[in-house]
């Protein structure tokens, strides 16, 4: 037996939209295993979560639902990196930062920097969304239908 466990539980949004991105995980199941071990006396459970350029509008979401202590530290970030936040184009990225400047959190000041810092690469959004429209393909769903902002984008890169 341990004295005390430390747990991170991964996720990168809250609620049905976690399924998508991480297919096929199921939230309520994720959400029970997390009930069960924050039961036990020795356990501490805490949320981490990567912001990427899917999840980067929806941090709101998991700060305002989360019933533990949060991580939103880590970034996916670097050369190449199609899942950066470097591939949330403009009007998108002025959507979310509106949600963030309406609904300020002290925790996200970090999200903002990064939005309004970021220079927008078109090559890498269309790198991430034609992985995606792969994706969708193969597992019979639709970034749209959950995330509804990026259809001009998405459907774009669908025809080619």
Not at 14 to 27: A, D, M, V
Not at 50 to 76: F, H, K, R, S
Not at 79 to 91: A, C, D, G, K, R
Not at 113 to 139: F, G, T
């Amino acid at each position: 037996f341990f004295k005390k466990i430390h747990m991170n539980v991964s996720i990168e949004f809250w609620g049905e939209k976690n399924n998508y991105l991480r297919f096929p995980s199921k939230w309520e199941r994720i959400m029970a295993n997390v009930q069960k071990f924050k039961s036990f006396d020795n356990c501490t459970v805490n949320y981490q979560s990567t912001t990427n350029a899917l999840n980067v509008g929806y941090m709101l979401e998991i700060i305002d639902n989360a019933d533990c202590p949060i991580n939103l530290g880590n970034l996916v970030y670097g050369e190449n990196e199609m899942y950066s936040i470097v591939s949330v184009p403009p009007s998108i990225r002025d959507q979310y930062l509106e949600k963030y400047y309406t609904h300020y959190r002290q925790e996200t000041d970090h999200i903002i920097s990064y939005l309004e810092s970021m220079e927008y690469d078109e090559k890498q959004m269309e790198h991430m969304l034609k992985d995606i429209r792969d994706r969708d393909k193969y597992r019979g769903t639709c970034l749209t239908d959950i995330f509804p902002e990026w259809k001009p984008y998405y459907e774009k890169v669908y025809k080619s």
